[in-house]
């Protein structure tokens, strides 16, 4: 697909301050500005709003991109900084998780969703998404 990169990458969790030198090894994508990745997700109807929890390779500085609901735009999903150890580094910290909220007046009374993610920095990297319903 244009735009898009299969990649695989080693590394270990940067965890807000907390590191796990654990390696792990994850397969995803990287997009390049204005390429798009959707996904359908079940969510429970009686809903509070959507919470999409991303797995990134973080040596990508300041990512950013669109996030779209069933074709009306949420707002903009930015990761700013990077970390700057290096892939060739020993055991290099550079999986990190993100989390992005979807408000209720997209998601309230609805059984599933279509979300639509359009890079918008030079790249934009993603292992996987995490969909999580909030319930009253």
């Not at 390049?32 to 929890?53: D, Q, Y």
């Not at 074709?71 to 020993?90: A, I, L, M, S």
Request: proline share 6%.
């Amino acid at each position: 697909p244009k735009g898009k990169t299969p990649v695989t990458k080693t590394g270990n969790w940067d965890r807000n301050g907390y590191y796990d030198r654990t390696n792990c090894t994850h397969g995803g994508m990287t997009l390049a500005a204005k390429a798009e990745s959707s996904f359908t997700a079940r969510i429970a109807p009686r809903n509070s709003g959507v919470m999409l929890r991303r797995l990134l390779w973080y040596a990508e500085a300041n990512q950013e991109a669109e996030v779209y609901v069933d074709g009306r735009k949420v707002g903009t999903w930015y990761d700013g900084g990077k970390n700057f150890q290096k892939e060739t580094d020993p055991k290099p910290m550079l999986w990190r998780e993100s989390a992005y909220f979807i408000p209720a007046e997209f998601t309230r009374g609805r059984s599933s969703i279509k979300v639509k993610i359009e890079a918008v920095s030079p790249i934009w990297s993603e292992y996987t998404y995490e969909v999580f319903s909030i319930e009253p």
